[in-house]
């Protein structure tokens, strides 16, 4: 079966045979480090062998809490903020539907909070879940983070509000490490049913760990489904040959273009249900290789619609700045057939009887012409559709090329150094103990004091 398939045709006129070729040796000596684990940060590569390697008993117990889920709520609150939250709604809205909670008879709604520290955001679902039954899945690798320990603190004093200390207690599930961290601590002490995220699995690489499977099962998609396509993507992209393996060829052409002076990938969809799997490609991309000052900054639009806001940008002034990897899908789901009017009077019949996919089609066409005439380079990957299986294949795809690009890149793709400035920032101006000695500095430099 064809998941997924590189089409480099229309980055041609951008970077030649010779320079992908030129490139070929270090694309391949990055996977070769990435398979040997001789790399930089080699001690989180649990997920490269995870479609085959998964812990089974605990698949199993996956599977049955999200019965239990699918049967005694209305409403699954999952909380939990960047890799621990993008995957599970990225591939909920994409095999589902963007409007999976208006749609949804035989599986819960599922809310996702703790991604911000937005009030408004958190009374607002609690409004929501006002009446309704609910289940909450706490999700944080590290136990620690700010946003969802706010989130989990609000939702469990519902919780035991609503329920018996036992039912509550039923109706919380952890995804966390197994061992360390406040939330561990916690939910051991409570009784909560709880969940591993792998020690050598980093969050932006865990969707296919408990934190994806466990809402995406609640959803009611099919899990087994998923670690196939993951697993057929493990299994068949393993070639040194740049000729033969997508995922090398693709890391490789990102950094051509990189070094020619190009600094946005713009991940491009024309399915409004691939926005939020965009979202999860650019924390997986900016996480991975923004760093020591390099690397491509992904951005994500969503086309036709943001062909009418930032279209007019791309045409005439991106080129030199930016390029765009487009994922097109060979079946669309929900079709829609455009009917004929009597009259004509918007002057639309040429359309009549034809399917809306096609119309999107001819855009996409219409659109990579224009853009790459106006100099931006494009990359296409051909997708069979947008099952689960082939989800699956599709995240592990891109989880394996953006390594292999990081090391191409020459930085250590799995650590996040960066993401910790801010947090030293806020809790210092928070005054939390232990950060009293920045705290003044901040204060003047902000003018508060
Ligand atoms: O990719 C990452 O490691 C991060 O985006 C984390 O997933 C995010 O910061 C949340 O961390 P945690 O799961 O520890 O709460």
Same mark, same amino acid.
């Given at each position: 079966? *064809?998941?997924?398939?590189? *089409?480099?045709?229309?980055?041609?006129?951008?970077?030649?045979?010779?320079?992908?070729?030129?490139?070929?040796?270090?694309?391949? @000596?990055?996977?070769?480090?990435?398979?040997?684990?001789?790399?930089?940060?080699? =001690? &989180?590569?649990?997920?490269?062998?995870?479609?085959?390697?998964?812990?089974?008993?605990?698949?199993?117990?996956?599977?049955?809490?999200?019965?239990?889920?699918?049967?005694?709520?209305?409403?699954?609150? $999952?909380?939990?903020?960047g890799g621990?939250?993008l995957g599970?709604?990225a591939?909920?809205?994409?095999?589902?539907?963007?409007? #999976?909670?208006?749609?949804?008879?035989?599986?819960?709604?599922? &809310? &996702?909070?703790?991604?911000?520290?937005?009030?408004?955001?958190?009374?607002?679902?609690?409004?929501?879940?006002?009446?309704?039954?609910?289940?909450?899945?706490?999700?944080?690798?590290?136990?620690?983070?700010?946003?969802?320990?706010?989130?989990?603190?609000?939702?469990?004093?519902?919780?035991?509000?609503?329920?018996?200390?036992?039912?509550?207690?039923? %109706?919380?599930?952890?995804?966390?490490?197994?061992?360390?961290?406040?939330?561990?601590?916690?939910?051991?002490?409570?009784?909560?049913?709880?969940? $591993?995220?792998? =020690?050598? $699995?980093g969050g932006r690489y865990?969707v296919?760990?408990?934190?994806?499977?466990?809402?995406?099962?609640?959803?009611?998609?099919?899990?087994?489904?998923?670690?196939?396509?993951?697993?057929?993507?493990?299994?068949?992209?393993?070639?040194?040959?740049?000729?033969?393996? =997508?995922?090398?060829?693709?890391?490789?052409?990102?950094?051509?273009?990189?070094?020619?002076?190009?600094?946005?990938?713009?991940f491009?969809?024309?399915?409004?249900?691939?926005?939020?799997f965009n979202e999860w490609l650019k924390q997986l991309f900016a996480e991975s290789e923004?760093?020591?000052?390099?690397?491509?900054?992904p951005?994500?639009?969503?086309?036709?619609?943001?062909?009418?806001?930032?279209?007019? #940008?791309?045409?005439?002034?991106?080129? +030199?700045?930016?390029?765009?990897?487009?994922?097109?899908?060979?079946?669309?789901?929900?079709?829609?057939?455009?009917?004929?009017?009597?009259?004509?009077? =918007?002057?639309?019949?040429?359309?009549?009887?034809?399917?809306?996919?096609? $119309?999107?089609?001819?855009? %996409?066409?219409?659109?990579?012409?224009?853009?790459?005439?106006?100099?931006?380079?494009?990359?296409?990957?051909?997708?069979?559709?947008?099952?689960?299986?082939?989800?699956?294949?599709?995240i592990?795809?891109f989880e394996k090329a953006c390594a292999?690009s990081g090391?191409?890149?020459?930085?250590?793709p799995?650590?996040?150094?960066?993401?910790?400035?801010?947090?030293?920032?806020?809790?210092?101006?928070?005054?939390? +103990?232990?950060?009293? @000695?920045?705290?003044?500095?901040?204060?003047?430099?902000?003018?508060?004091?």
């Open positions: 079966m *064809n998941y997924l398939k590189l *089409n480099c045709e229309y980055a041609k006129q951008f970077v030649s045979e010779k320079e992908i070729a030129a490139m070929a040796p270090l694309a391949a @000596n990055a996977l070769e480090k990435l398979h040997n684990k001789t790399g930089a940060g080699n =001690d &989180f590569l649990g997920w490269l062998t995870l479609p085959t390697d998964y812990d089974k008993a605990e698949f199993e117990r996956i599977k049955k809490a999200a019965e239990f889920i699918k049967k005694s709520c209305d409403i699954l609150v $999952v909380i939990g903020i621990s939250y599970a709604r591939v909920i809205e994409a095999v589902k539907s963007v409007n #999976y909670n208006y749609l949804a008879k035989e599986t819960p709604q599922i &809310f &996702f909070i703790g991604n911000s520290i937005s009030p408004s955001m958190l009374t607002e679902l609690i409004q929501i879940c006002e009446g309704k039954d609910i289940c909450v899945n706490v999700i944080s690798k590290s136990g620690t983070t700010t946003e969802p320990a706010i989130a989990f603190r609000a939702f469990s004093e519902l919780l035991y509000s609503k329920y018996s200390k036992e039912e509550a207690a039923k %109706r919380i599930f952890c995804t966390t490490d197994k061992a360390r961290g406040t939330l561990k601590q916690l939910a051991d002490e409570a009784g909560y049913e709880c969940f $591993v995220i792998p =020690d050598d $699995v865990s296919l760990t408990a934190v994806g499977l466990l809402p995406i099962a609640s959803a009611g998609i099919d899990i087994d489904a998923l670690m196939a396509g993951a697993a057929a993507a493990q299994q068949s992209l393993c070639s040194k040959d740049i000729n033969e393996n =997508d995922c090398l060829k693709y890391a490789a052409v990102r950094n051509c273009l990189y070094n020619k002076g190009k600094r946005l990938e713009c491009i969809s024309y399915e409004p249900s691939m926005a939020m923004g760093k020591d000052g390099k690397g491509l900054y951005v994500s639009c969503i086309f036709s619609t943001d062909l009418h806001s930032v279209g007019q #940008y791309i045409q005439e002034s991106a080129g +030199p700045l930016m390029f765009e990897s487009c994922i097109k899908f060979e079946n669309a789901p929900g079709d829609y057939i455009i009917k004929e009017l009597s009259g004509n009077a =918007d002057g639309l019949n040429f359309l009549a009887g034809k399917k809306m996919s096609l $119309v999107n089609e001819k855009a %996409r066409q219409g659109t990579l012409l224009a853009h790459t005439e106006g100099g931006v380079a494009n990359i296409i990957f051909e997708a069979a559709g947008l099952s689960s299986e082939n989800m699956g294949y599709i592990y795809f292999v090391y191409i890149l020459g930085v250590n799995f650590n996040q150094p960066g993401v910790e400035s801010y947090k030293n920032n806020m809790f210092a101006l928070l005054g939390k +103990p232990g950060y009293e @000695n920045q705290k003044e500095r901040l204060e003047k430099a902000l003018g508060l004091c």
